[in-house]
Nanobody, 123 residues
Framework: QVQLVESGGGLVQAGGSLRLSCAAS????????MGWFRQVSGKEREFVAA?????????YYADSVKGRFTISRDNAKNTVYLQMNSLKPEDTAVYYC???????????????WGQGTQVTVSS
């Protein structure tokens, strides 16, 4: 069982930055690939970024965030991060982190999900 808790959301002006964190429980964090997804009310959840379990493994980004967002992980702290720069109003959403064993995925077939954190970007 893995429990995920996101933090770091908030209100920011367009062009600003935020860093989301997702703290995971359990001793086997390093065996889980981690993903970030986002969802706007009334719309489907969409993929944002994902990172494989192993150090130096694959990283994926949605086209809409490439060059602006960076996913990283610190296995010693059981935490995955999403650094978001040059934020746009269309980045406004609830952001969720998710975990699945070993390989990262751009689909939402993750086993564990956090409760989400709201990110609001004002124009």
């Amino acid at each position: 069982q893995v429990q995920l808790v996101e933090s770091g959301g908030g209100l920011v002006q367009a062009g600003g930055s935020l860093r989301l964190s997702c703290a995971a429980s359990g001793r086997t964090f390093s065996t889980y690939a981690m993903g970030w997804f986002r969802q706007v009310s009334g719309k489907e959840r969409e993929f944002v970024a994902a990172i494989s379990a192993r150090s130096g493994g694959r990283i994926y980004y949605a086209d809409s965030v490439k060059g602006r967002f960076t996913i990283s992980r610190d296995n010693a702290k059981n935490t995955v991060y999403l650094q978001m720069n040059s934020l746009k109003p269309e980045d406004t959403a609830v952001y969720y982190c998710a975990a699945r064993l070993f390989s990262a995925s751009q689909s939402d077939n993750y086993e564990y999900w956090g409760q989400g954190t709201q990110v609001t970007v004002s124009s």
